[in-house]
């Protein structure tokens, strides 16, 4: 069994080792002067230390934390939050999140066409739905559109999911996710060649999955191993937190005890009445 994840607990880049940043220059002489320090995540399927920019990890997670304060967060109590600007909004969050994902991508097995993930039961918010909407309406043509609503139809038939994995059990949610991965569905936005064809509004539990096994082990969907990793962690919480918000005019949140909680649901139930509004779909 690989154990790809475990840290090493006295990890240290001494002066004049080779910095990390791939400079070639000595660690003294780069970003040492910049005080950056570095850290490792243990080693990927190749046997490679997965090293990363500590500081920078640091300064990307306070930048999401700082924009969702100051414009998210504090947005709670008002009524309502324009979707177009949400909109703005969740696409910030998603540049701040690919920014701190991408220090670790080097690492990963993923690449353009390697789509195993794709068939993975994958989860989104409204708003992430609504940016997915309004794209789809804006690139494809009507003919192209009804095939995607085809292929919504297909799949809702042939997945048995919940309407609301929300109010489900983890042990009902571990059965919902296995059941998903063994029909080996791909999913809707999956081209031909396993590309992506809504990459760049792509939802945040994309955009967070990497892994640091081999891609083998994803094709046989056993031993995935997706690390935790603090940008796109934070991430999902502005994300959720903004999905309230706006979600609040057409209920697209519900109640968890005392505390509100978005919508979440499996990308496909969000178009299974087509591309047209997603409040319809709820
Ligand atoms: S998660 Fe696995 S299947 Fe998906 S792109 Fe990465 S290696 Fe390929
Ligand atoms: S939206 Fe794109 S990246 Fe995400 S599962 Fe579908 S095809 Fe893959
Ligand atoms: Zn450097």
Known sequence: MENTLTREENFIIIDNDKCPCGSGKPYKEC???HNYEYNTLGKNYEGKEIIF??????????DIVNYAMDNIFSLNGQPVLMVSKALDMLKEIYIKVDKGIN???????????CGSCCSLYLECTDIEAELIRRYINETRTPEEIDALNKKVKIMLETIATTGSPHVLQEKELDK???????????????????????YEVRPLS???????TSAEN?????????????????????????SMVVGKYKNLN??????MKPIMKSLIQWFKNGFDDISKNK
């Open 31 to 33: 970003c040492k002067k």
């Open 53 to 62: 920019n500590q500081s920078l990890n640091m300064k990307i997670y306070d």
């Open 103 to 113: 220090q670790f991508s080097q690492y990963a097995p993923c690449k353009k066409g």
């Open 176 to 198: 919902l996710y296995l059941n998903y991965a063994s029909k080996r569905k791909s999913c809707i936005f999956l081209n031909e060649d396993k590309s992506c064809s809504i």
């Open 206 to 212: 994309c955009r967070k999955f990497l892994v640091f």
């Open 218 to 242: 994803c094709s046989l969907k056993e031993e995935i191993v997706t690390p935790s990793l603090a940008p796109g962690n934070i991430g999902r919480l502005a994300v959720d937190n903004l």
């Open 254 to 259: 519900y109640l968890d005890g005392q505390d």
